[in-house]
Nanobody, 127 residues
Framework: QVQLVESGGGLVQAGGSLRLSCAASGRTFSSLAIGWFRQAPGKEREFVAAINWSASSTDYADSMKGRFTISRDNTKNTVYLQMNSLKPEDTAVYFC????????????????????WGQGTQVTVSS
């Protein structure tokens, strides 16, 4: 079992920054790929970014490239999502998820197959 807890969400003005954290406990964290997804009211869940177990590979949704950075610290069992130049359309609940699947599968950018999910953290960007 893996338990994931997100933190760092909040209210920020457009153009501002936030850093989300995803703290993991349970199964060996360093063996897991971690993804961030988000869901806005009335919209489907959307892939944001992912990182493999060693941090040697990362993947971003096109609309996040250049603005968001995913990283991890396996000594702290934590994955981070640094979000810069935030826009009102970034408003959503952000979830982190963990998977044992290989990187080729993670690159499909879908939530199915991520076996572990956090409870989410709200990010609100005001205009």
């Amino acid at each position: 079992q893996v338990q994931l807890v997100e933190s760092g969400g909040g209210l920020v003005q457009a153009g501002g920054s936030l850093r989300l954290s995803c703290a993991a406990s349970g199964r060996t964290f360093s063996s897991l790929a971690i993804g961030w997804f988000r869901q806005a009211p009335g919209k489907e869940r959307e892939f944001v970014a992912a990182i493999n177990w060693s941090a040697s590979s990362t993947d971003y949704a096109d609309s996040m490239k250049g603005r968001f950075t995913i990283s991890r610290d396996n000594t702290k069992n934590t994955v981070y999502l640094q979000m810069n130049s935030l826009k009102p359309e970034d408003t959503a609940v952000y979830f982190c998820a963990a998977t044992v699947s290989g990187w080729s599968w993670v690159r499909r950018r879908i939530g199915m197959g991520y076996g572990y999910w956090g409870q989410g953290t709200q990010v609100t960007v005001s205009s």
